[in-house]
């Protein structure tokens, strides 16, 4: 896969062979991929000749392409809720498949941007099993650190005190996670949500996962 020129998000492009006879358009630097942890995004033009307009691809629908695309960089992690769910209905992935993407995204980028709170990903992978029902039955998610999730702390982005696991989940948890999802943990907050950058004294800031440099901003920024 070689490199064009362009800007280093939206126009370095690679193009690789797909089954037949498509070809793989990946939009996104090698340097924005090692820099920022990000996967390419990913068109795919379904025919061979000059001229086919592309159509962006999720999870393909022929499987020699999905994984052709995989081998191109292009996964699950690229999927929002509702294409994960369609993915899942079509049985083209498990939801213990998706839920072990998602945790391998996170271990993968997180030391770099602070926005995890609290995993708790064995109880995801053993959750990953038997999903609640719901329309979002396995598709993975994180909580906020100000919500009460039940076997989780809720440490509101502060030092200041030492939480204990809820007994039970809150009421927003309660309505949220009953749609199916599967919680990795607690994202980062600014302590007690009172500032609007999580900018954690111990942990350092939550940083954008476009430009580290910067900060993601918010009382939610870990979301």
Known sequence: MTAASGTEFDRATAVTPL???????????EEAVRRYGL????????????????????????????KALARAGWGVGDLDAVGLVAALHAGRVSVPEVVEAAI????????????VAFRAFDRARVEAREPRDGFFAGVPTFVKD???????????????????????????????LDTGLVPLGKSQLSEFGFSAAAEHVRIGPVRSPWHRDHSAGASSAGS
């Open 104 to 115: 391998a995204r996170t271990e993968a980028v997180d030391p770099l941007l602070n926005a």
């Open 39 to 66: 996967t390419p995004r990913a068109r795919v033009v379904t025919g061979a000749s000059a001229g086919v307009s592309p159509h962006v691809m999720g999870i393909g629908p022929v499987p020699a392409t999905e």
């Open 19 to 29: 089954a037949d006879g498509a070809s793989a358009v990946v939009v996104a630097s």
């Open 146 to 176: 100000n919500v009460d999730v039940a076997g989780m702390p809720t440490q509101q982005g502060s030092d200041a005190f030492v939480a204990r696991p809820a007994r039970a989940d809150g009421d927003f948890a309660r309505m949220y």
